[in-house]
């Protein structure tokens, strides 16, 4: 399984970005996928998940302001991040989720709020 995130990039404070994320093989349908975002000089923090079934969770700091889709048929995941604000600058990935092993990781997308 390969996991390609794009869609970063440097965006005012107060606006949207659409990251996508595509995935290989045959298992993206039957997979939950989480994004994940690592701000320099902390740890990974996860962002969301959503289930094989479509229902998502969001973390309290982004909630209201993050959705997560996936259109199956497209082995794609997405997220879509509005009302920026500069604490959010941070690389983006991508995580296809297979207990009980670490899964799948993408190799990131950058992106950068400027107030």
């Known amino acids: 399984v390969q996991l390609q995130a794009s869609g970063g990039g440097l965006v005012q404070a107060g606006g949207s970005l659409r990251l996508s994320c595509a995935a290989s093989?045959?298992?993206?349908?039957?997979?939950?996928m989480g994004w994940y975002r690592q701000a320099a000089g902390k740890q990974r923090e996860l962002v969301g998940v959503?289930?094989?079934?479509?229902?998502?969770t969001y973390v309290d700091s982004v909630k209201g302001r993050c959705t997560i889709s996936r259109v199956n048929a497209k082995n794609t995941l997405h997220l879509q991040i509005d009302n920026l604000k500069p604490e959010d600058t941070a690389v983006y990935y991508c995580?296809?989720?297979?207990?009980?092993?670490?899964?799948?990781w993408g190799q990131g997308t950058l992106v950068t709020v400027s107030s």
């Open positions: 093989g045959s298992i993206f349908s039957s997979s939950n």
């Open positions: 959503i289930t094989s079934g479509g229902s998502t």
């Open positions: 995580r296809m989720l297979r207990p009980p092993g670490p899964g799948y």
